[in-house]
């Protein structure tokens, strides 16, 4: 006589085997084989030669590499915090009793669901230095035009506006979503008290958010680390390489150069700077609990 628990598990492991090799050949393949590679050097078209750390003592001498993740470092420091205030202020609008708030909340999220390529090209034309939106204004109130791709100590500020105003739409939804969650009565209990707008704001809902706050803070540092595809498509890491990012750099090694070991060991120092940053995290929210 079957059992009915051991039928159940076997379509279980049918149902879920797809999803597993996929996985497991799209993820961990290319994870466990990235770090093999790091050991090696390697230009896809000769024969792998072990080198065991050299590619990691190379990095670690290499100025452009540390210049690039100066770039990112500079990209985080940037977008983040400009992203966490927009974020959150875009949540208090649409959790508010405006009647637009339907509205704007699709407004605001409208821009995250357009791809990499289209928001870099439209922002590239924005910018665009002689026919640009932005400074065919300026011409029109009679300032001179502006290198905003072209003026190496603006182009990183460039892409970073292109980048706040791609994702707020994102952080957003993380903020709104922690809103809800708090009761309406926590609010109403302090309406009674006597408590004003801003009060409330600063002695429940940012307080109550936390969590939300720690986790949006988050998953928006590790996504300004790897930053890449609106710098490749507005500025190509230029002017004179000041927008040049790590992600970038670890793409012209492995795709240019084809140093595919070399570009691999960037890689694995990226995920080890990211694995960190989320160890502190859980350190955070564990001390939070």
């Not at 961990?28 to 750390?53: A, H, N, Q, T």
């Not at 605001?108 to 910018?127: H, K, N, Q, R």
């Not at 791609?166 to 209990?189: C, D, H, P, R």
């Not at 109550?208 to 540092?221: K, S």
Request: proline share 3%; hydrophobic share 50%.
């Amino acid at each position: 006589m079957a059992i009915p628990g051991n039928k159940d598990t076997r379509d279980g492991v049918l149902f879920s085997l797809p999803f597993v090799l996929i996985y497991l050949f799209l993820l961990v393949f290319p994870i466990i084989f990235g770090l093999y590679i790091s050991f090696y050097k390697w230009d896809i078209l000769s024969s792998r030669k072990f080198i065991g750390l050299g590619n990691y003592i190379s990095l670690f001498k290499d100025k452009t590499f540390y210049t690039s993740l100066w770039h990112t470092f500079q990209f985080v420091f940037i977008t983040t915090p400009i992203l966490m205030v927009a974020g959150f202020v875009m949540a208090l609008f649409v959790n508010s009793k405006s009647p637009l708030r339907g509205a704007g909340e699709n407004i605001f999220f409208i821009p995250y669901v357009l791809s990499i390529t289209v928001i870099g090209t439209l922002w590239a034309w924005l910018f665009q230095k002689n026919y640009g939106l932005f400074n065919q204004l300026f011409m029109l109130l009679g300032h001179a035009k502006v290198g905003w791709l072209t003026d190496p100590q603006k182009a990183m500020w460039s892409v970073s506006a292109a980048t706040i105003w791609w994702t707020a739409g994102f952080n957003m939804i993380l903020f709104s979503a922690g809103m809800k969650q708090i009761s309406a009565e926590v609010y109403e209990s302090a309406r009674i008290d006597g408590a004003g707008y801003f009060r409330i704001l600063k002695d429940i809902t940012i307080p109550l958010l936390r969590p939300t706050i720690v986790l949006c803070l988050l998953l928006q540092i590790i996504a300004s680390f790897k930053v890449f595809g609106q710098v490749y498509v507005m500025t190509g890491g230029g002017p004179y390489g000041k927008t040049r990012v790590l992600i970038q750099y670890i793409y012209e090694n492995g795709f240019t150069y084809f140093k595919m070991g070399y570009s691999s060991a960037m890689a694995y120092v990226l995920f080890l700077l990211i694995m960190v940053i989320s160890v502190v995290y859980y350190k955070i929210m564990g001390r939070e609990k």
